[in-house]
């Protein structure tokens, strides 16, 4: 058995973002999906329908933030950085202490 360095993260939280075609601002919920083999946080918000988008943001060895997820509308790839910077901010605001974990 080997030694895991895990960041400390927070589970979920909640981000708005102003979407810059239509104007309005739209909140999206981050919680963290444990079923992925990387860091990753599934992500959901409502359209305009009130319609559920979900999709998942996966950390990739470089530490940038990829979304996936399938029929993803325009106005939320166009945010895709601003949406992994949120995550990158709420790391800092809990805490990038470590821990080891076997």
Known sequence: MHNQIIKLMKPNF?????IEKS????????SIDNS??????????????NNTISFLLIQDDGGMWNLQGTN????????ELELGYAIDDSHQEFG???FYRN
């Open 36 to 49: 992925c083999k990387d860091l990753a946080y599934r992500v959901s918000v409502l359209d305009d329908k």
């Open 72 to 79: 993803l509308p325009d106005w939320i790839c166009e945010i």
């Open 23 to 30: 104007n309005k601002k739209k909140e999206f919920n981050f």
């Open 14 to 18: 909640i981000k708005s973002f102003k």
């Open 96 to 98: 990038n202490d470590l």
